[in-house]
């Protein structure tokens, strides 16, 4: 028998977009609070998202092989272009030697011109002069001949090198989409192996729902100036007609920048304040704090809270959840209705927001129906502790591929879990 409470605390968004990793939003900057979260992902929606990631990856596979093969065929001596470039190579050696030649012939005629006998007739220097002149016109062809076949060398090697250049960095490319995939991929079979554990652990879980179990977050400011701390109350009732053995307050917060893309999740602190003692207390990283003990039917508790802000966080929004579980000494268990947000802004340090409402409720509820928190006493001290209450773990979906398209980029989800044995 287990109590397990998950709350929602990203929203999905597409690949193309950036993701929104809390439940807040910058519908804050337009005074309309609205606290959006996204519904945990059924097992067909993973199982789907699985299938569509091990598709992309199995595509990425296939590319970079044929990127690899593109690669190896253009650096092999039948590439086209190969070819084409070694024939222009050739072309411009044999105008090179042509060139050369005719400069030689063209050596010749002058030294054979300069070398006739005084006694050499008028037909012979004619005819010496008339092939000197034409050794000189072959040789200047020759030279505009090897000056093209040059540059038919040199365009034909460029494209050939163009070419290899750009297949070796198709196969980078390649190569990073087949990596970047197989996260994908891993994330979302994980995502998938997680979320049927779960399911097959929520087949014992064999505690209630309580709506009468309420929490409700009195005098939390709806506007706090970061460097500064708001003092406020949690108030737990059990509006049920059956005393309540322990019932275990639960509060998670979160908050972002204005533009609701900067997680501020390690500036903004929330603590509470036992009734026995006058030294606060960080809420623990399962969000729960001591259990109230014997919560009479009818009754309430109310918990002293802190939220502390860091003077060095921005202008923000932020969100406090808070709900509500309990456990009887008889095994039987319950939990409260699902997690009731609080919205607020964050005033950058130094602000003067002057008189400020109090908080109230989101309209927009996350989806948690099956998660469960643990909670604090009757109207006295909050008495107990949660060192062995059991373990805790932490599961992750961020699936950032167009694999994940059909449920969304990403969602991260923060899970608790209790064990009947732990609260004996």
């Given at each position: 028998m287990k109590i397990r409470r998950i709350l929602a605390t990203a929203v999905a968004a597409a690949v193309t977009t950036p993701a929104v990793l809390l439940s807040v939003t910058p519908a804050f900057a337009d005074g309309k609070p609205a606290a959006q979260t996204q519904e945990k992902p059924s097992l067909a929606e993973?199982?789907?998202a699985a299938a569509a990631a091990q598709a992309v990856y199995d595509d990425a596979v296939a590319a970079e092989s044929a990127a690899v093969a593109a690669l190896e065929a253009a650096g092999s001596d039948t590439d086209p272009l190969t070819v084409a470039a070694q024939e222009a190579a050739a072309a411009a050696v044999a105008a090179a030697t042509a060139k050369t030649d005719a400069d030689q012939a063209v050596v010749d005629a002058r030294a054979a011109l300069e070398n006739l006998p005084e006694?050499?007739?008028?037909?012979?220097?004619?005819a010496a002069e008339t092939a000197l002149?034409?050794?000189?016109?072959?040789?200047?062809?020759?030279?505009?001949?090897?000056?093209?076949?040059?540059?038919?060398?040199?365009?034909?090697?460029?494209?050939?090198?163009?070419a290899r250049v750009a297949a070796a960095r198709a196969v980078g490319v390649a190569r990073k989409a087949t990596?970047?995939?197989?996260?994908?991929?891993?994330?979302?079979?994980?995502?998938?192996?997680?979320?049927?554990?779960?399911?097959?652990?929520?087949?014992?879980?064999?505690?209630?729902?309580?709506?009468?179990l309420t929490?409700?977050?009195?005098?939390?400011?709806?506007?706090?100036?970061?460097?500064?701390?708001?003092?406020?109350?949690?108030?737990?009732?059990?509006?049920?007609?059956?005393?309540?053995?322990?019932?275990?307050?639960?509060?998670?917060?979160?908050?972002t920048d204005r533009s609701g893309l900067?997680?501020?999740?390690?500036?903004?602190?929330?603590?509470?304040?036992?009734?026995?003692?006058?030294?606060w207390k960080n809420v623990d990283n399962e969000h729960y704090m001591d259990p109230i003990s014997r919560l009479g039917a009818g009754a309430h508790a109310d918990l002293k809270m802190r939220l502390k802000i860091d003077a060095s966080a921005p202008a923000g929004n932020g969100v406090t959840f808070v709900a509500g579980d309990y456990w009887n000494d008889n095994g039987t268990c319950g939990r409260g209705p699902d997690l009731e947000g609080y919205e607020f802004l964050i005033a950058a340090a130094g602000s003067k927001p002057g008189k400020v409402d109090d908080a109230e409720p989101g309209t927009t509820k996350p989806n948690t129906s099956d998660l469960k928190p643990q909670s604090s006493t009757s109207g006295g001290p909050v008495r107990g502790s949660l060192a062995a209450t059991g373990t805790s773990s932490?599961?992750?979906?961020?699936?950032?591929?167009?694999?994940?398209?059909?449920?969304?980029?990403?969602?991260?989800?923060?899970?608790?879990?209790?064990?009947?044995?732990?609260?004996?």
């Open positions: 993973l199982e789907k006694t050499a007739t008028d037909e012979q220097r004619t002149a034409e050794a000189e016109a072959a040789a200047t062809a020759a030279g505009e001949v090897k000056t093209a076949a040059d540059a038919e060398a040199a365009e034909a090697a460029d494209a050939r090198d163009d990596k970047a995939a197989l996260a994908d991929k891993t994330a979302a079979d994980e995502a998938l192996a997680k979320a049927k554990e779960e399911a097959a652990e929520e087949g014992d879980d064999d505690c209630v729902s309580e709506a009468r929490t409700v977050v009195k005098g939390l400011p709806s506007t706090v100036v970061a460097g500064t701390k708001a003092d406020f109350e949690l108030r737990v009732t059990n509006g049920s007609d059956e005393t309540m053995d322990r019932v275990f307050p639960f509060a998670y917060i979160d908050a900067k997680d501020l999740g390690d500036l903004v602190h929330l603590q509470w304040l036992p009734a026995s003692s006058s030294t932490t599961s992750q979906l961020a699936l950032a591929s167009g694999a994940a398209l059909a449920i969304g980029a990403g969602a991260v989800f923060v899970v608790r879990r209790r064990k009947a044995d732990s609260h004996a």
